[in-house]
């Protein structure tokens, strides 16, 4: 192992404390460039995670936690973001390694998202309001919203860090306490992140880690009776399988599920400009990411243009060392990802789609694959109905309007789309007409924390970010007054 990548061994973090798993049982972080062991996790048993929830649970009622006005609890939140900035080089570091993500990404989008996802939260917390209602002349009535008490959150690999601030800082804005569950493969991110937010000053048991595999310490959450919300981003598998163990205990779930991202090109759109964004939308991160725009829908009269474009951009693209920071694209976070790449590759193949660029796994250690290009790719074919989560693009051609929006709209996914025009009404209707939570137009995974996002379909329900994303965390109650 070189220096660069060592890392200490990790533990849970409950009550203010880090601490080993109650049967003291550990397991292998894998670094996916190398395919060596980073560290070690601690692995979470059912009492540990009712030992973080009870503590939560008893610091939702606190003083230190509910006793503190509106500005406090706003100040606490704008410490934590800059605690984030301040400690960004290692948590950056840390993402890098466990994930694979180019340290250009990680030190220039994850952390700087992540202090400014608090501070945007921060800036909500002396805005929360109910309302006020003249119910007649015998009373009147007033809302106000309310934290909900525990939160519990189970997040996936891809973006480990972001995913738990996009919960974690609406549900602290709101007033509630926290249990999070990062992903088996990529704890790192999450319990520095509690390391940093106890070194600014948030009370022990406000927010708990609790390591482990999906099947003890997500289900055991999903289950806790005092667990009031669940906070899911994950695959619609699992998805569905969390929703149904939470049911038992009526908890309020969000669930950010699976994605196949249409990204449709018209004929009017600047090719320069959908080049680019057409690239990005398909291997950012490697393509593990939900929101990608994985199916490119392009009109016939510039398809053949667009796909040269293309592949020329992707050929000249070389995958590399995460922490290099020239590195522009890592490899897979772990190693069955990269297995379902390479299960995908030959599938398509198998279905008839003409493989256009690249379609191997890289030569080195590690979980590196190439950037893959499909054209005559057909939109009932599995590799344009499920969803890959790798470096792995198709193209498929349309010829109206209609079509590209039949076929955008033809999956069981609706979690963001796309569109390339120049007409400003053509983009307008189209947008309207894609069942998506999110719409890109002539762009493609441009986020704002003012903007929510969230699924249609099978993507999920619940949105995050945005007020919106504060409201997932908050609880109604209307008071009603005798005036008579
Ligand atoms: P992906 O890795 O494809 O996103 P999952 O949706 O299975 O896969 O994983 C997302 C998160 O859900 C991870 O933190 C994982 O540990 C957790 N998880 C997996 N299976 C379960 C389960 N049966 N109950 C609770 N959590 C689970």
């Given at each position: 192992m070189s220096t660069a990548n060592a890392v200490q061994d990790v533990q849970l973090f409950i009550d203010g404390q880090f601490r080993p798993a109650a049967d003291g049982q550990l397991r292998d972080v894998i670094d996916p460039a190398t395919g060596a062991v980073v560290c070690r996790q601690a692995w979470g048993t059912v009492g540990d995670v009712d030992d973080a929830v009870e503590s939560a649970a008893r610091a939702f009622v606190s003083p230190q936690w509910s006793g503190l006005t509106l500005k406090q609890r706003a100040r606490l939140l704008l410490r934590i973001a800059d605690a984030i900035e301040e400690d960004g080089a290692e948590l950056a570091r840390l993402e890098s390694i466990d994930v694979g993500k180019p340290i250009i990404f990680t030190q220039g989008f994850d952390v700087p998202q992540a202090a400014e996802g608090f501070r945007y939260y921060a800036g909500m917390v002396e805005q929360i309001e109910g309302a006020m209602r003249q119910a007649g002349t015998r009373s009147f009535g007033y809302t106000r919203r309310e934290p909900l008490g525990v939160v519990a959150a189970i997040t996936p690999f891809n973006f480990p860090l972001n995913l738990a601030v996009n919960k974690i800082a609406p549900a602290l804005a709101a007033g509630n306490t926290f249990v999070l569950k990062p992903a088996e493969q990529t704890p790192l991110s999450s319990l520095y992140l509690a390391d940093i937010m106890s070194r600014a000053g948030?009370?022990?048991?406000v927010f708990n880690v609790v390591t482990g595999d999906g099947p003890t310490v997500g289900a055991r959450l999903a289950r806790h009776?005092?667990?009031i919300k669940l906070a899911f981003t994950g695959s619609t598998a699992t998805g569905k399988k969390l929703i149904a163990e939470a049911a038992g205990t009526l908890k309020k779930v969000t669930a950010e599920l699976g994605g196949k991202g249409a990204n449709i090109v018209f004929a009017d759109a600047d090719l320069d400009a959908v080049t680019q964004w057409a690239f990005q939308a398909a291997f950012f991160n490697t393509g593990q990411f939900c929101m990608s725009g994985s199916r490119l829908l392009v009109h016939r009269s510039v398809h053949d243009e667009l796909v040269s474009r293309l592949t020329k951009v992707i050929e000249a693209t070389s995958v590399g060392d995460p922490l290099d920071p020239a590195t522009m694209m890592g490899p897979l976070a772990h190693r069955a990802q990269l297995d379902r790449v390479t299960g995908y590759v030959a599938l398509a193949q198998a279905e008839g789609a003409t493989l256009r660029a690249g379609g191997n796994p890289v030569?080195?250690?590690?979980?590196f694959h190439e950037p893959t290009l499909f054209t005559?790719?057909?939109?009932?074919?599995r590799i344009a109905q499920?969803?890959?989560?790798?470096p792995v693009l198709t193209v498929t051609v349309f010829d109206t309007d209609e079509e590209a929006v039949a076929i955008a709209n033809g999956t069981p996914y609706g979690l963001a789309a796309g569109l390339h025009t120049a007409s400003l009404t053509r983009a307008h209707r189209v947008a309207a007409q894609l069942a998506a939570g999110i719409v890109w137009v002539n762009t493609w995974a441009m986020f704002e924390n003012s903007i929510p996002f969230g699924g249609y379909k099978d993507s999920g329900y619940g949105r995050e970010l945005g007020p919106e994303g504060l409201q997932e965390y908050q609880q109604l109650k209307s008071v009603v007054v005798n005036v008579e």
């Open positions: 948030l009370p022990a048991g009776p005092r667990v030569d080195r250690p590690g979980f005559e790719v057909t939109p009932d074919m499920e969803e890959v989560f790798g």
